[in-house]
């Protein structure tokens, strides 16, 4: 079995948040949500200088050393006040070099990135179910082989609009499925944090 | 900061089908720009169409909701710089508003 590179899952996941919107989608935004959004100022087609993404290649303190997927070099300062996520909401010490990472924060004038969250070795994979064991689903993602690792106390399902509960029972193989893990780095494995199935 | 659409073309609409679950989204083609808002926390961002999708008819029926404001049916996939900027990444979708 084939191992994914960090890069080959983020660029299959890089577009994965999924907007789910409603009848009212279509109405149009008022002027005064759009002016307080900062993020509106950016020109789209010019990189966010408030977002990072990478492998780390060094901790220093409470600064990440980040190499990008373009070579780029970030140094991304975790605070008491930022929000980590890996596989769950977690503290410092359970980031790694080697991880990978998207961050969003502030960019300083001295090039640092202060961040307010940083999601490390998160994946987002629409696949297939092509196999499942009691803690493993096999999946086929674009016809690439990925082991999800069904992650006792923290695995949930979302089955379309129910809430999200520990019973994966309802999954079948050959559905397709949204799955929301943790990478395992240099590895096609991942532990599964929220799998969405149609019901 | 981009996204995918699924009616960016007639063989991106073939696949994606939106009609299926009674979305009647516009053609809009690579390079148009909406406005996305966060119906969560009415945060908003700026993105571009760049390719094609979610595949909408796979989902039907979805829904999701922030409190008393929900969405249904998944109409477009934003890439993780443009996601960020409105919810967390690790909530996967969120409903929203397309301008």
Same mark, same amino acid.
């Given at each position: ?5 960090? #890069? ?18 279509f ?7 759009? @002016? ?9 087609a ?22 990008g ?5 970030? #140094? ?10 890996? @596989? ?10 080697g991880?990978?990472l998207?961050?969003?924060? @502030? ?18 994979l ?7 064991? #009691?803690?493993? @689903? ?6 690439? #082989?990925?082991v ?6 923290t695995?949930a ?13 309802l ?10 893990g ?7 494995e ?5 799998v969405?199935?149609?019901? | 900061?981009? *996204? ?24 809009r ?40 404001? *929900?969405?249904?049916?998944r109409?477009?996939?934003l890439?993780?710089?443009?996601? !960020?900027?409105?919810? !967390? ?6 409903p929203?508003?397309?301008?």
């Open positions: 079995m084939s191992s994914l590179g960090r #890069r080959r899952f983020l660029s299959s996941a890089a577009l994965g948040g999924a907007a789910v919107v409603g009848a009212t989608a109405g149009s935004v008022a002027p005064e949500q759009a @002016l307080a959004s900062p993020s509106l100022e950016l020109d789209p010019l990189p966010d200088p408030n977002f990072a993404e990478g492998r780390i290649s060094a901790i220093t303190g409470s600064m990440l050393m980040v190499t997927s373009d070579r780029t070099l970030h #140094r991304i300062h975790v605070t008491d006040g930022t929000s980590l996520w890996k @596989l769950r909401p977690t503290t410092f010490d359970a980031i790694k070099v991880d990978g998207y961050a969003r924060g @502030l960019k300083l004038d001295d090039g640092t990135l202060a961040a307010d969250s940083v999601w490390v070795n998160i994946v987002n629409t696949a297939h179910i092509t196999a499942m064991e #009691r803690d493993v @689903l096999h999946l086929d993602h674009h016809g690439d #082989r990925v999800g690792h069904v992650v006792a106390g695995t399902a979302v089955y379309n609009d129910t809430p999200a509960v520990s019973d994966l029972s999954l079948q193989v050959g559905k397709h499925v949204q799955v929301i943790a990478w395992r780095p240099d590895t096609n991942v532990d599964i944090a929220t969405f199935a149609a019901a | 900061m981009q *996204c995918a659409w699924p009616n960016a073309s007639n063989n991106c609409f073939d696949i994606t089908r939106p009609d299926k679950c009674g979305k009647n989204l516009v053609r083609t690579c390079g148009h720009q909406f406005t996305i808002t966060s119906l969560c926390n009415n945060k908003a961002v700026r993105v571009k169409i760049a390719d094609c999708g979610p595949q909408t008819d796979l989902w039907c029926g979805e829904k999701t909701c922030c409190g008393a404001k *929900c969405g249904t049916n109409i477009m996939d890439t993780p710089a443009a996601y !960020s900027a409105i919810g !967390s990444l690790s909530g996967g979708r969120l929203c508003t397309v301008a």
